[in-house]
């Protein structure tokens, strides 16, 4: 391997592995920056990072940049992965923390990316202790063991009918467990209160779940209702995506997501 090769180019070179092949763990590498034409194709394709500003710009450019020095990208079946695949990928996995810092995707060792939706299996006990397997598709995944699964076609889905964002969801997720267990409560800077986290969050999501049940015209996708924790996860790609979809569902809700994930703004204006 070369050492004038960029990290872009290192990055493909391991996806070479067929999927699964396992790589020795090394040293945190040194990013090197994302060659700037390249940067400035992804963030112009991109409405999400074409409305920063230029210094969010340069701030998630170099978050992107150790996103794919600091772990190997895999690709699964047919899958080609290119250096702007690699970088549009990296730069919506890091959005929802640039205003909080890199640190919070460190359990993230691997992506894997499929070329369409893959098909996953589940096993989960429900309340009365009884085992269930669920299988079906899947348009992405957060593995306990820290590999984020995607499926390509999904990611760039311009057709989803409440705005969402399948990397976004994924790493939500992954923030969501970084206290040990995905709950619908992720750790909360001192600035925000607990407790009335849990009571916002319990109603709303109490709120969501019988307005599926009554089918009633929905602002946020039904998806949300199945759990805690993908009540959170869809809330976080929506909040990023379309965030007047949260305003008008629950004006406290997104008050909270907006001091959670930009703490030093406190709370964005609606």
């Given at each position: 391997m070369s050492e004038h090769q960029s990290p872009l180019s290192r990055a493909r070179t391991r996806l070479q592995a067929h999927f699964g092949q396992?790589?020795?763990?090394q040293r945190r590498p040194q990013a090197e920056p994302i060659a700037p034409d390249l940067w400035q194709w992804v963030c112009t394709k991109t409405p999400l990072l074409?409305?920063?500003s230029s210094a969010?710009?340069?701030k998630l450019a170099e978050y992107a940049a150790a996103f794919i020095a600091e772990r190997p990208f895999y690709h699964a079946q047919q899958m080609e992965l290119t250096d702007q695949r690699i970088v549009f990928i990296a730069a919506l996995a890091c959005l929802p923390v640039l205003h909080l810092n890199l640190d919070w995707l460190a359990g993230i060792r691997s992506v894997v990316v499929y070329p369409d939706a893959f098909f996953g299996r589940q096993e989960y006990m429900d309340d009365a202790g009884i085992m269930h397997v669920l299988e079906d598709w899947r348009a992405g995944e957060a593995w306990e063991n820290g590999t984020l699964v995607l499926s390509w076609a999904d990611v760039i889905r311009a057709?989803?009918?409440f705005g969402g964002q399948v990397i976004i969801h994924e790493i939500a997720h992954f923030i969501d467990g970084a206290n040990g267990a995905e709950n619908g409560f992720p750790p909360l800077g001192a600035h925000i209160d607990p407790r009335r986290w849990t009571t916002v969050f319990e109603q709303a999501f109490a709120r969501?779940?019988?307005e599926v049940n009554s089918q009633q015209p929905l602002l946020i996708d039904p998806y949300a209702a199945t759990?805690?924790?993908e009540f959170f996860a869809v809330l976080s790609e929506t909040f990023f995506?379309?965030?007047?979809?949260?305003v008008?569902?629950?004006r406290e809700l997104f008050a909270l997501l907006s001091a959670f994930y930009y703490p030093q703004q406190r709370a964005m204006h609606a």
């Open positions: 396992q790589t020795a763990h074409s409305n920063l969010e710009q340069d057709d989803h009918p969501l779940n019988a759990s805690p924790a995506t379309e965030p007047e979809r949260v008008e569902f629950d």
